[in-house]
């Protein structure tokens, strides 16, 4: 089991930018691939990103591309979202997750249903 705990969510301008974090405890995260996604309001949780065990690989939704980065740090146990340019279109709960689906180094992971574990979630809110 591993718990995950979101942070560093807030108010924010248009234009700005955030960093997510996400701590993980108990089991270390280092072998699970991890991801984010978001729930705005009145509608289901989408994917972000992702990234491979490894830490080599990541992968991003086409709105967030270019702007969001996805990154781990193994020592720290700890998984990170930069947000940056950030829209309207970007208010949210957003959720971290790991993923126990395969011990594959190199592989992520984009379903919701692929992912065992998840965070509470933090709020991000993007005024205009």
């Known amino acids: 089991q591993v718990q995950l705990v979101e942070s560093g969510g807030g108010l924010v301008q248009a234009g700005g930018s955030l960093r997510l974090s996400c701590a993980a405890s108990?089991?270390?995260?280092?072998?699970?691939?991890m991801g984010w996604f978001r729930r705005a309001p009145g509608k289901e949780r989408d994917f972000v990103a992702a990234i491979t065990v490894n830490g080599d690989t990541t992968y991003y939704t086409d709105s967030v591309r270019g702007r969001f980065t996805i990154s781990r740090d193994k020592v720290e146990n700890t998984l990170y979202l930069q947000m940056n340019s950030l829209t309207p279109e970007d208010t949210a709960v957003y959720y971290c997750?790991?993923?126990?689906?395969?011990?594959?180094?190199?592989?992520?992971?984009?379903?919701?249903?692929?992912?065992?574990?998840w965070g509470q979630g933090t709020q991000v809110t993007v005024s205009s």
């Open positions: 997750a790991a993923s126990a689906a395969s011990a594959a180094m190199n592989i992520y992971f984009v379903g919701v249903h692929d992912y065992d574990y």
């Open positions: 108990g089991r270390t995260f280092s072998g699970y691939a």
